[in-house]
C-alpha cells in the first residue's frame, strides 16, 4: 500500500509539471501574437495615414474640402470647386530640332598653276576680304613667258607699220600713174585734132593713144598693188590680234602666281606651308563665308506636310543662350534616309555680327501655321463629357466639331456662382482641349468640382483657384 502511494505522488508530480511547462508555452505564444498584433495595428494606421495624405493633394482638392466634416455648413453650403481663367494657348508645342551650324558657303582655294609657294599670310580663323591677295607663287617661268608673248607682239606690231607704209607708197604710185595717165589722154587728145586738121601725120597720132594706153595700164598695176599690200596688213593686224591674246593670257597666268580670296569670310582649314610645290588644283586653304549661317536638321518624314520653303524658323545656339534668332526654310531635300525615315533641311539664320562660328549647338523651332485657342483642362467639361472629364465615345471622334458644357463663375454681391456655358470643342492632347467657341480669354470657369454642378449654385473657390489679372 505505501508502495502504492508513493507512485501516485510521482504522477501526480509529473503531471504539474507537465501542465506548468504546457501554461508557459501558451504564454510565450500569446505573447509573440501580441507584438505581432502590434505590428500590424501600426501599419494598418501608417496606411490609413497614407491615404489620408494621398487624399487631400492638390489635384482632388475639391473633393477633399467637399469630404472633410463641416466643410460646406463653413461656407453656408456652397460648393468647393478648382476655378482656371480661360488663356489662349497652343494645344501640342512644336517639336524641337538640333544641328550644327556650318557656313553659308564653303570655297576651297586651289593653284591654277604650277609653282613653288613663296608666301602664306594667313592662318586659320584668320578673317579675309574678296580680293585680298593671301598667298604667292614662284612666277619666274610665268613671268618669261609674258616677256617673249609681248616681244612677238611688238614684231607683229612693226610689221604692220611696214606694212601701212608700203600701202601709203603703192598710193602714191597711185596717184602718179592717174596724173600721167590724164596727161597722155590730154595729149592723146590733142593729137588726134592736130591729124583731123592735117597738121601732123598719123604716126604721131597713134604715138599718142599709145601713151595714154600704157599710162592706163600703169594706173591699174598701182591700184591692185594698194589692194595687196591692205590684204598684207588686214593678215598682220590678224595676227597681231592674236598675240594680243596670247599676251592677254600669259598675263592672265602669271597672275594666278597671286592667290586671292574669291569671297569675304574667314579661313577654315590651312593644307599647305611655304616652300611645297603645287600643282594645277592642289589645294591651299579652305574659306568659309560667315555672312549667313546654315543649320541642316533631319526632320521626320511625318513632319514634313508641316513645312514649307521660305518658312520662318526660330533658332537657339547654346553659345549665346539669351539671344534668338529667326531665320527661314532655303532647302528641303528631295531624297529622305532609307532606314530613318528623316528629311535633311536646310536653315538660314542672319550673322550680321560675324559672332557665329561654325560646330556651334542650334536648336530649331519650325513656326507653325496653327491659330492659338482657348485652352481648357478636360476636367471643366460638364454634361455632355461628364463630370469626370472623360468624353464618351460620340465626342471623341477627330475630324468634327464637337459640343460641351463648361461652368463659368460670376460673382454677385461679393457671392461666387456658377452658370453653364455651351462650347465648342476642337481637338484635345495631354488632358486638354481645345476651345472654338463660347469661351473668351479672360472668363473664368471651374476647372474642377467635387460634384455635379447646377446653374446659379454657388461656390467656394478652393486656394488652388487662379484669380484674374
Known amino acids: 500500500m505505501v508502495l502504492e502511494g508513493h507512485q501516485q505522488l510521482k504522477v501526480s508530480h509529473s503531471e504539474r509539471q507537465k501542465n506548468k511547462d504546457c501554461f508557459l508555452r501558451q504564454l510565450t505564444m500569446t505573447s509573440e501574437k501580441m507584438q505581432v498584433n502590434r505590428i500590424l495595428i501600426a501599419s494598418v494606421l ?36 478648382d476655378a482656371a481663367v480661360a488663356r489662349t494657348g ?75 607704209a608700203q600701202i601709203s607708197n603703192a598710193r602714191a604710185q597711185v596717184a602718179s600713174a592717174q596724173a600721167e595717165l590724164e596727161q597722155a589722154q590730154a ?38 598693188q594698194v589692194r595687196t599690200e591692205q590684204q ?26 597671286r592667290l586671292t580670296s574669291p569671297i569675304t569670310g574667314a579661313v577654315l582649314e590651312k593644307l599647305t606651308e611655304p616652300g611645297n610645290l603645287l600643282q594645277p588644283g592642289n589645294e591651299a586653304l579652305k574659306l568659309g563665308d560667315f555672312s549667313r ?36 526654310v532655303t532647302r528641303i531635300s528631295p531624297a529622305a534616309d532609307t532606314t530613318a525615315r528623316l528629311v535633311p533641311v536646310e536653315v538660314v539664320i542672319p550673322n550680321n555680327d560675324s559672332k557665329i562660328g561654325s560646330g ?10 496653327t491659330q ?32 460641351g458644357t463648361v461652368f463659368v463663375v460670376t460673382e454677385v454681391d461679393g457671392k461666387a456662382k456658377v452658370a453653364p456655358r455651351s462650347v465648342t470643342l476642337g481637338e484635345r492632347a495631354d488632358g486638354k482641349v481645345e476651345v472654338l467657341s463660347g469661351l473668351q480669354p479672360g472668363e473664368r470657369f471651374v476647372a474642377r468640382s467635387g460634384k455635379p454642378l447646377k446653374d446659379g449654385e454657388a461656390v467656394s473657390l478652393s486656394i488652388l483657384s487662379e484669380k484674374k489679372s
Open 293 to 328: 549661317v546654315k543649320v541642316v536638321v533631319q526632320v521626320s518624314e511625318l513632319e514634313l506636310g508641316k513645312l514649307r520653303l521660305g518658312q520662318p524658323v526660330k533658332v537657339r545656339l547654346d553659345a549665346f543662350p539669351n539671344q534668338t534668332y529667326t531665320g527661314q
Open 232 to 257: 598684207v596688213l588686214a593678215a598682220a593686224q590678224g595676227r597681231v590680234v592674236a598675240q594680243q591674246a596670247v599676251v592677254a593670257e600669259a598675263k592672265e597666268r602669271r597672275s594666278y602666281a
Open 46 to 81: 501608417g496606411v490609413g495615414l497614407l491615404t489620408g495624405g494621398c487624399g487631400s493633394l492638390p489635384k482632388e482638392s475639391a473633393e477633399a474640402q467637399s469630404e472633410r466634416p463641416g466643410g460646406n455648413q463653413k461656407r453656408g453650403g456652397a460648393t468647393p470647386v
Open 372 to 403: 492659338a485657342r482657348v485652352v481648357i483642362p478636360e476636367t471643366a467639361l460638364q454634361g455632355t463629357e461628364g463630370t469626370s472629364g472623360q468624353p464618351d465615345k460620340q465626342t471623341s471622334r477627330q475630324g468634327e466639331n464637337r459640343q
Open 360 to 369: 556651334l549647338l542650334a536648336r530649331v523651332n519650325f513656326e507653325s501655321q
Open 90 to 164: 497652343v494645344l501640342r508645342q512644336d517639336p524641337e530640332y538640333t544641328g550644327s551650324t556650318i557656313p553659308f558657303r564653303t570655297v576651297s582655294l586651289r593653284s591654277q598653276v604650277e609653282g613653288r609657294l613663296l608666301a602664306l599670310n594667313v592662318d586659320v580663323g584668320d578673317r579675309v576680304k574678296q580680293g585680298q591677295i593671301i598667298a604667292q607663287l614662284d612666277d619666274a617661268l610665268l613671268r618669261t613667258a609674258q616677256n617673249q608673248a609681248e616681244a612677238e607682239l611688238a614684231a607683229l606690231k612693226s610689221e604692220v607699220a611696214r606694212t601701212n
Open 187 to 224: 595729149d592723146a587728145q590733142r593729137q588726134q585734132k592736130l591729124l583731123k586738121e592735117g597738121a601732123i601725120a598719123q604716126q604721131a597720132a597713134e604715138q599718142a593713144r599709145t601713151e595714154a594706153r600704157t599710162a592706163t595700164q600703169a594706173l591699174r598695176a598701182a591700184q591692185e
